[in-house]
Nanobody
């Protein structure tokens, strides 16, 4: 069983930065790949970025490449999303997810989400 708790969301002006954290419970965090999803108002949830169990492999959706960086610290059971050069279209609720496979169509564990609002 893994419980995920996100933090670090908030309100920022366009061009600014935010750092999201995902704290995981349990002693098997390193057995799970981790991803960040987001869902804007009236939009479908989308996969933003993902990182493999060791942190060596990463994926970014095209719209965030070069602006967002995902990382993880298995010793501290945390995953982090550094978001730079934020734009209004990045406004969404951001969710941390974890899955062993990984199967990002239907991840096994989800956090509760944290709101990110970017003003123009």
């Amino acid at each position: 069983q893994v419980q995920l708790v996100e933090s670090g969301g908030g309100l920022v002006q366009a061009g600014g930065s935010l750092r999201l954290s995902c704290a995981a419970s349990g002693r098997t965090f390193s057995s799970y790949a981790v991803a960040w999803f987001r869902q804007g108002l009236g939009k479908e949830r989308e996969l933003v970025t993902a990182i493999g169990r060791s942190g060596a492999a990463t994926y970014y959706t095209d719209s965030v490449k070069g602006r967002f960086t995902i990382s993880r610290d298995n010793a501290k059971n945390t995953a982090t999303l550094q978001m730079n050069s934020l734009q209004p279209e990045d406004t969404a609720v951001y969710y941390c997810a974890a899955d062993r496979a990984p199967n990002w169509w239907n991840p096994q564990y989800w956090g509760q989400g944290t709101q990110v609002t970017v003003s123009s």
